[in-house]
């Protein structure tokens, strides 16, 4: 079984649309997050869960709204979609009851999102 | 912004060891040295980590100076499946600190 899972691999869409990407983990971890990486391949973190609490929250447009309904899930709603929103999105869960002593962090395979 | 210099790439023959450096002159005292890659479409996959001390696990070896200014990432018998970018990441010890990924280092592995 994936460790950390995310659907769909690959979103293609058009300006101005909404669209979710889920992510998924069977680690048991207490906490996760959603990476963006551009075109320059730079990662930079969006947001992170602690036992559903959003405890993370960069510079990112109110576009973006992560919704975590369990520890198991975090998902990526993005509204109004605009070409710079082109990117691949990264998931990744971690057990941070050691807080950054042990902030082992496993990924997703990615979701590929080009915007048209 | 990272808090930690790496030269951009490196070549390293197949079976020799990795040595790849990193320099983080502004590390504070709670601050932990975290190693990542990224192998080419992947997500980034945990490495080692340490405090002070030197770690090794089954993957590599983690060497920090006494000064804690700069460590070593060392993969000891080096594979072609080893060719990614390497982040070296200075992370703090609260649960709201961040993995701040910089630019990392290309290895290329080479026949």
């Known amino acids: 079984d994936t460790a950390v899972s995310q659907t769909p691999k690959y979103l293609v869409t058009q300006m101005g649309n909404d669209k979710s990407i889920k992510c998924e983990q069977n680690l048991g971890h207490d906490t996760m997050y959603w990476y963006k990486q551009d075109s320059k391949k730079f990662l930079k973190i969006m947001f992170s869960y602690n036992n559903k609490e959003l405890i993370i929250n960069e510079t990112v447009p109110n576009r973006f709204s992560p919704k975590s309904p369990d520890k198991a899930h975090l998902n990526l709603h993005i509204n109004s979609l605009e070409l710079g929103d082109s990117a691949v999105y990264f998931c990744?869960?971690?057990?941070?009851?050691?807080?950054?002593?042990?902030?082992?962090?496993?990924f997703g395979a990615g979701t590929r999102l080009s915007v048209l | 912004d990272a808090k930690t210099t790496q030269p951009p790439s490196m070549d390293c023959a197949e079976g020799r060891a990795a040595n790849l450096p990193c320099n983080h002159s502004?590390?504070?005292?709670?601050?932990?040295v975290y190693w990542y890659r990224q192998i080419h479409s992947q997500g980034p996959q945990y490495i080692i980590h340490g405090l002070k001390n030197n770690e090794t696990n089954e993957m590599a070896s983690l060497i920090i100076t006494e000064d804690r200014k700069s460590s070593t990432l060392i993969l000891p018998h080096a594979t072609l499946r080893d060719t990614a970018v390497y982040y070296c990441?200075?992370?703090?010890?609260?649960?709201?600190?961040?993995?701040?990924f910089g630019t990392g280092t290309r290895l290329q592995v080479f026949p």
């Open positions: 990441i200075v992370r703090g010890s609260y649960n709201t600190d961040k993995l701040i």
């Open positions: 502004t590390i504070s005292g709670n601050e932990y």
């Open positions: 990744a869960s971690s057990q941070l009851t050691s807080g950054g002593a042990k902030d082992i962090q496993y």
